[in-house]
């Protein structure tokens, strides 16, 4: 079993930034591929960003791509996700989430076997 637990959101005018955090509650955190997924009201739950658990490989949505960095530091069983250049439209509850399988960082909600708790980003225009 993994506990995570996400900080890190606000609010913030469109064009600012936001770094959230997920401390995840095991060592084994480093054997873990890691995502972020967000879910606006009245929408289904997306996929943002997920890291590989040697944090070499990484994957992003596209509506987040060259605005959004996810990141690892294994020491500190922590993944972060660096939100730039904010939009409205990013505004959500962000959720990060852990994947047990050794392969690359996937897109599937249904892929990760463990979920935090949700931090929520509003974006104001």
């Known amino acids: 079993q993994v506990q995570l637990v996400e900080s890190g959101g606000g609010l913030v005018q469109a064009g600012g930034s936001l770094r959230l955090s997920c401390a995840a509650s095991?060592?084994?955190?480093?054997?873990?591929?890691m995502g972020w997924f967000r879910q606006a009201p009245g929408k289904e739950r997306e996929f943002v960003a997920a890291?590989?658990?040697?944090?070499?490989?990484?994957n992003y949505a596209d509506s987040v791509k060259g605005r959004f960095t996810i990141s690892r530091d294994n020491g500190k069983n922590t993944v972060y996700l660096q939100m730039n250049s904010l939009k409205p439209e990013d505004t959500a509850v962000y959720y990060c989430?852990?994947?047990?399988?050794?392969?690359?960082?996937?897109?599937?909600?249904?892929?990760?076997?463990?979920w935090g708790q949700g931090t929520q980003v509003t974006v104001s225009s």
């Open positions: 890291i590989s658990w040697s944090g070499d490989t990484t």
């Open positions: 095991r060592r084994t955190f480093s054997r873990y591929t």
């Open positions: 989430a852990a994947d047990q399988s050794p392969v690359a960082p996937r897109a599937r909600a249904g892929s990760y076997e463990y």
